[in-house]
C-alpha cells in the first residue's frame, strides 16, 4: 500500500521538528540548571577577588584573565595560518593527490581527542622547546588544535563564493591577490567567522590540553612564560577535589555566560557585515 505524499511528508515534518525541540529542551535544561545553581554565588567579589585557600574562598578574577588571554593567543597564532592555508587550497592550488592528502589530514587532526593535543604539547613545547608550563605552551597547544577546524569551515566558506565574481574581478583587471583580498575573503567572511567560533568555544571549554601544557596555576600571569588556570580547569578542579561545589557552580554559571555572550557578539557582528553588504 503506497502511503500518500502528504502523509509522508507530514511525519517527516513531526520528527525532525521534534529532534529539533528535544535538542533545545536539552540546552536550556543544561543552561538553566548551571545558572540556578551558579549565579546566587556570582557577585562582584567573586569576579574581582583572587582566589583564596584553593578556591574554597575568594574569587576568580585571575582565572577569567587566564581564560581570556589563552583563547585569544591561541586565535592570533592559528587564524592567519588557517585562513592563509584555506586560501591557498581554494584559490592558487589545482585539485591533485597532494591536495586530497592535505585534506585528509586536516580532517583527521580534526577528530583527534584533546588530551593528545595535550600530550603533545606537554612533550613537544613544555618539554623539548623548555617554555615550561606557561601561556605560551598553551596557547600554540590550542592554536594547533583548533587550526583543522578554522582551515575546514574557511575553505567551504571561499568555496561558498561563486566563481563568477572572481571572473568578473579578473576581467576588470585585476590580480589574483586583489581578487581574493577584495572579492572573495569580504563574502565569505560569515563562514570563517563562524569557524573562529567554533575554534574560540573549544578553546574557552578546553580542559585536559590545558592542564598538560597551561599548567593550573590560579595567579594573575605577568609574562606569557607564567602558568595560567582557565574557568573550565578551576570548575573541574574544585569539582573534582570536591573543593567547593558553590565556588564550582559559580565558575560554571560566569564561563556559560561568557559563551553565550561571545556568540552573540560575533552573530551581531556577522550579520550587520552581511546587512551592510546588502545595501
Sequence with gaps: MRVPPKYTQMAAITLLGGAT?????????????????????????????????????????????????????ALVIA???GVGSAVYLCEYTRETR???VIRFGTDCLA??????????????????LHLGWSLLSGGLTLAIMILPTIIRTSEEALRAVPYAY??????????????????????ALPGIV????????RCISETAAVIFTAGTVAAMPTS???????????????????????KA???AAVLILAVLLVNLAAYWMMHAFIRRRAR
Excluded at 581574493?180 to 563574502?187: C, D, I, S
Excluded at 563562524?194 to 568555544?201: A, E, N, P, R, Y
Excluded at 606569557?224 to 573543593?243: C, K, N, P, Q, W
Aim: hydrophobic content about 55%.
Design 21 to 73: 525541540l528535544l535538542t533545545l529542551a536539552v540546552l536550556v535544561f543544561i543552561i538553566a540548571f548551571v545558572l540556578e545553581k551558579g549565579l546566587p554565588g556570582v557577585t562582584w567579589t567573586f569576579l574581582s577577588a583572587e582566589p583564596q585557600d584553593m578556591g574554597r574562598a575568594g574569587g576568580i578574577f585571575p582565572i577569567i584573565v587566564g581564560t581570556l588571554l589563552l583563547p585569544l593567543l
Design 79 to 81: 587564524l592567519p595560518l
Design 98 to 100: 597532494l591536495t586530497r
Design 111 to 128: 577528530g583527534i581527542p584533546s588530551i593528545i593535543f595535550g600530550l603533545f604539547g606537554l612533550v613537544f613545547f613544555v618539554g623539548i
Design 166 to 187: 572572481r571572473e568578473v574581478s579578473c576581467s576588470m583587471g585585476a590580480t589574483r591577490w586583489e581578487t581574493v583580498r577584495r572579492v572573495v575573503l569580504p563574502n
Design 194 to 201: 563562524t569557524g573562529v567560533m567554533l575554534g574560540l568555544g
Design 224 to 246: 606569557a612564560f607564567d602558568s595560567v588556570r582557565t574557568m573550565a580547569v578551576h570548575f573541574y578542579l574544585l569539582a573534582r577535589e570536591g573543593i567547593s561545589n558553590e
Design 249 to 251: 557552580y559559580g565558575t
